[in-house]
């Protein structure tokens, strides 16, 4: 490891100071750096190049178990362990899964209900400024009509600013996610 960060900081910092630094040695690293690749390194190559086909062909949906059993029908001898560190090491993160991230349950159906919904989802998600929320799931939340209007207008968290949807399965909020979670 300390090899690899002399190699990728040397550029920025002399090599004999960072092998001092690291206590070792510069023919240590020298040596290091002149080796050929192993055959596991080699192979990690061929598997990464087909990792990232597969990844790019999937528009960055496959996970690391997804990605295994492609690798896997394709003929690969890879496990799925080392699937993993090879996505991980290399930034290939699938998208995010459709799942319920924010729930409130009452026994009446009033827009501190929809509002403490998405309260949840914002403090367990964290988003950026810029949220677009995503609803069809009824006319609670202050809104005036049901979500199968083609418009509808809501109010925010302090009943103060409208919310003006492009269409019933979009509400647009016009406030910053952080402002929401306060």
Known sequence: MSFAF???EKASFPIHRMCETLGVSQGGFFAWRDRPACQRQRQDMVYLAHIRTA??????TYGSPRMHRD?????????RHRTARLMR?????ARQKRR???????????RSLAVEALRRAIVNRDP?????????????????????HPVIGG????????????DATQIILARSAASLAA
């Open 89 to 93: 090491e290399n930034g290939l993160v």
């Open 100 to 110: 319920v991230v924010g729930w409130a349950t009452s026994d009446r159906l009033k």
């Open 128 to 148: 950026a400024p810029g949220l677009v929320h995503h609803s069809d799931r009824g006319s609670q939340g202050g809104f005036d009509r049901s979500s199968q």
């Open 71 to 79: 690798l896997v029908d394709d003929g690969h001898r890879i496990g």
């Open 55 to 60: 990844f790019a062909l999937s528009n960055g």
């Open 155 to 166: 109010v925010d968290d302090d009943g103060k600013t409208e919310v003006k949807a492009l």
């Open 6 to 8: 002399i190699e990728a």
